[in-house]
């Protein structure tokens, strides 16, 4: 029951003041807290990537590439805590996003907004937790909004995101996360990344099945 009242806060928390604008470097220590950085030991091998956390009690978000399969899981916070007992908790391999469950609580958490409002030309910025890399930056603009041939809408930037970057949030010069950065997702000229309003969409799921 708890974790339901805290994905249900995570929709419909507000997010940051839209008129604060930051600086790539503001926004990396704003959402560095809340991010994680993900190892799994799978068949074909060991596969790292990141992830942020979006309630207090441990639910976070990432590629469901970079778990998917996993055998065991290990999750490390910023602050150095790592955590062994990880399990998947709601996946979507169309979008591919997978929400894991931490057993954690007081944990720091992001911002979330609206990726809807995102346009082609606006400036956002990728941070990400790659192991070994931790506290990557990676800053750009917008360059077109897109639907793969399966229908799936597209955040596509220039944004240089590191390896490992997977998972990691898309963020808006105001530090909330509107989208999910996913290597495996190719983009002719950027990254793409998956819009935040469908972790919205998976989160709503995941809220609304027993535990």
Not at 60 to 88: F, N
Not at 133 to 143: H, P
Not at 153 to 162: G, P, S, V, Y
């Amino acid at each position: 029951m708890l974790h339901l009242f805290a994905l249900l806060y995570v929709l419909a928390a507000p997010g940051a003041d839209a008129d604060a604008i930051l600086t790539p470097a503001q926004i990396a220590d704003k959402v560095a807290p809340a991010l994680v950085s993900i190892r799994a030991d799978t068949p074909a091998g060991e596969s790292a990537g990141s992830g942020f956390i979006v309630d207090p009690l441990g639910t976070v978000v990432t590629s469901l590439h970079v778990v998917e399969g996993a055998t065991a899981t290990r999750v490390k916070l910023a602050s150095g805590l790592v955590y062994d007992h990880v399990r998947i908790r709601a996946r979507d391999a169309r979008t591919d996003l997978a929400l894991l469950q931490l057993d954690a609580f007081g944990l720091p958490t992001v911002s979330l907004g609206d990726s809807d409002t995102v346009r082609a030309g606006d400036r956002v910025v990728v941070v990400s937790q790659p192991a070994g890399r931790e506290g990557s930056i990676a800053s750009g603009t917008v360059r077109r909004l897109r639907r793969t041939a399966a229908g799936l809408r597209m955040i596509e930037t220039d944004a240089k995101a590191d390896r490992g970057s997977s998972g990691g949030p898309l963020m808006t010069m105001d530090g909330r996360v509107v989208g999910v950065v996913s290597a495996k997702l190719k983009g002719r000229r950027g990254r793409l990344a998956i819009p935040i309003n469908d972790v919205r969409r998976l989160i709503s799921s995941a809220a609304a099945r027993p535990q």
